[in-house]
Structures are given as C-alpha cells and as structure tokens.
C-alpha cells in the first residue's frame, strides 16, 4: 500500500484547507484510512478516521465541528476538510492505513504511513 498525502500549506486563522490522501495496492492494506498529526516537541497524535468498508468515522476532539472527512472512491483518496483553523493546528499531517483489526481507529499502530504534508496557521 502506497499513501501520497497533499493539500498542506500556509493559512491564516480561520482559514480552511483540504488534504488529500490517495491511497494505491491492496484495499486489504487500507480497510483503515486515518489522519494523525505531529506538532514540533509533541507526540503524533489522531486527528481524523474512516473505516473504508461501511464508512464509519471519528474525530479528535479538539477537531470535532472544525474538521470533516470526505471520500472519493473512483480515487481511492481520502479528503480532510479543515475550516475554522487554529495556531494550534500547525503541524505536520500524516495519512495511514492498515487492514481490518477491530481496533479504535484511534490506535496509532497503522501499518502504512504516507511521507506528510505540513500544515502551517498563522495567528
């Protein structure tokens, strides 16, 4: 499983971007499809998530009502549509995957992860 991730930059608080993370190989390896983020001296953390077979979704807290997941399936691309963004959003977006576990999506042991796309929110 390959995952490109793309759509990161620089905007200004209370602007909105959208990622985008296109999947390609085996759908075994992208039953999962998750959006973690990394901020400077702070730990990965989950943002976003879609089980891809049924389309369930959850969000991190600190995004619920901001943040809002979106698919395009003929692309296999997972789309983060970020309004209402925050200094405190800034960090580096990472997309991942893995095949069915039955797990939180929340867990970060993804077996797939795409290089990151850094998103940067000036105050």
């Known amino acids: 499983v390959q995952l490109q991730a793309s759509g990161g930059g620089l905007v200004q608080a209370g602007g909105s971007l959208r990622l985008s993370c296109a999947a390609s190989?085996?759908?075994?390896?992208?039953?999962?499809l998750t959006w973690f983020r990394q901020a400077p001296g702070w730990m990965r953390e989950f943002v976003a998530g879609m089980r891809w077979i049924g389309g369930d979704t959850d969000y991190a807290d600190s995004v619920k009502g901001r943040f809002s997941l979106s698919r395009e399936d003929a692309k296999n691309t997972l789309y983060l549509q970020m309004y209402s963004l925050k200094p405190e959003d800034t960090a580096v977006y990472y997309c991942a995957s893995r095949g069915p576990t039955g797990e939180s999506l929340r867990n970060i042991g993804y077996t797939y992860w795409g290089q990151g796309t850094l998103v940067t929110v000036s105050s």
């Open positions: 190989g085996p759908i075994f390896g992208r039953y999962d």
